[in-house]
Each structure stands twice: as structure tokens, then as C-alpha cells.
T-cell receptor, first 115, second 113 residues
Framework: GAGVSQSPSNKVTEKGKDVELRCDPI?????LYWYRQSLGQGLEFLIY????????KSGLPSDRFSAERTGGSVSTLTIQRTQQEDSAVYLC?????????????FGPGTRLLVL | DQQVKQNSPSLSVQEGRISILNCDYT??????FLWYKKYPAEGPTFLIS?????DKNEDGRFTVFLNKSAKHLSLHIVPSQPGDSAVYFC????????????FGDGTTLTVKP
């Protein structure tokens, strides 16, 4: 497909379990972002990749959160020992920078519910 | 401290009229601003952006105005259409190139036929 895809679309897990969220960016986009959106709030930045490296991890809320990107393409966001406050929509975006600046394209998100 | 604020959680307008969505920011390092539209169960879609070297950018029915001295921007939609009903997010960034954006909490726009 032409857009950013994310899987799973929905995930229900029990408190204390680990979860892995996947993002497939648009082919050729070197920058990749993870955000999360809690109910009724805006998007909260988590981490930004340029290629396989992450120059900005400042948004990761705790050491239970980690992310990696391999081959400059697919990225996985891992949440260890999930807590109920981790429940949110996790959004991935990839981007390119053109003459008008950077344009981010978002995936549909993964809805995570921690019981 | 919320650096990007959208003080109106919702806005309702009649089809054909103007919709004005407002956004305020506090960080003077922000120099690139974006608006996104989000439908339920979908990711945000980029609408329009503006660099701090401009005070207006227009794209079809959408115009963004930037008032740097007031640290305020607004999105105007004219004429509003029912299909414009969505959540609109304002975002700000330091620099036009890749880097994290700081988002507001969004304004839900309802355009009534």
C-alpha cells in the first residue's frame, strides 16, 4: 500500500504483560515518529528516528518503553510490564522533507487497552 | 506546561459559513506550524503549514494566519462543508526539517448541513 501501516490495529492486554507495536512507513521516507494519544488529549511525542538511529528519544515516558528501527524501514515500539496508564492510541508517522519543509504522514494507529 | 494550546474543545458552524479554529503557543523557539485533520479511527492528515517568515498561507478553502507577536495562529475554512467535520490539531516545531512536533489537544469541528 501507499500509506503508513500499523499493526495490530487493536490490542488488549493484561497489566504486567509486554506488547510490541509495529509500523511500516512509506517506502523511501527516512524519518519515522512515534506518538501516543490518550483519550481527549493531543498527540504526545515519544521518539523520532532518522534512518536507523534515534536522535530524539526525549518523549519516552519511562524505561519500560523502547523502540527500534531496522533497515531504515520497519519500526517496533515495545512496552514492557504494561500499566493501565499506557492505554492509548499509538500513532506512527513517516516523513520526507521537500522544498516546502517536512510533511508527516500518519498511520491509522494501534489502540492499546491495558486491563 | 502545555506549549501549544487549543482553548476551544469544540466548534459548530453552519454549512457555507466560515470556520475559525484558534491555537496559541508559548515557546518562542517554534518557527514552523502545522494543522492536521483527524477523522475517527484514522490517523491525522496534514492540512496546511506556515513558516514564521510568513503571516499567511492559503490553500484552496484553507487559510492559516500567524501572529508571531501574539504567539497565535488560526485556521480559516471558507466555505465550511459537512465533510470538514473532524478533529483539528494544531502543531508547532522548531525548524522546517524533520523533528518532533508539539501538538495541541484538538478542536472538534461540526459543520451542520
Amino acid at each position: 500500500g501507499a500509506g503508513v501501516s500499523q499493526s495490530p490495529s487493536n490490542k488488549v492486554t493484561e497489566k504486567g504483560k509486554d506488547v510490541e507495536l509495529r509500523c511500516d512507513p512509506i517506502s523511501g521516507h527516512t524519518a519515522l515518529y512515534w506518538y501516543r494519544q490518550s483519550l481527549g488529549q493531543g498527540l504526545e511525542f515519544l521518539i523520532y528516528f532518522q534512518g536507523n538511529s534515534a536522535p530524539d528519544k526525549s518523549g519516552l515516558p519511562s524505561d519500560r518503553f523502547s523502540a527500534e528501527r531496522t533497515g531504515g524501514s520497519v519500526s517496533t515500539l515495545t512496552i514492557q510490564r504494561t500499566q493501565q496508564e499506557d492505554s492509548a492510541v499509538y500513532l506512527c508517522a513517516s516523513s520526507y522533507t521537500g522544498t516546502q519543509g517536512e510533511t508527516q504522514y500518519f498511520g491509522p494507529g494501534t489502540r492499546l487497552l491495558v486491563l | 506546561d502545555q506549549q501549544v494550546k487549543q482553548n476551544s474543545p469544540s466548534l459548530s458552524v453552519q454549512e457555507g459559513r466560515i470556520s475559525i479554529l484558534n491555537c496559541d503557543y508559548t515557546n518562542s523557539m517554534f518557527d514552523y506550524f502545522l494543522w492536521y485533520k483527524k477523522y475517527p479511527a484514522e490517523g491525522p492528515t496534514f492540512l496546511i503549514s506556515i513558516s514564521s517568515i510568513k503571516d499567511k498561507n492559503e490553500d484552496g478553502r484553507f487559510t492559516v494566519f500567524l501572529n508571531k507577536s501574539a504567539k497565535h495562529l488560526s485556521l480559516h475554512i471558507v466555505p465550511s462543508q459537512p465533510g470538514d467535520s473532524a478533529v483539528y490539531f494544531c502543531a508547532a516545531r522548531a525548524g522546517t526539517n524533520a523533528g518532533k512536533s508539539t501538538f495541541g489537544d484538538g478542536t472538534t469541528l461540526t459543520v451542520k448541513p
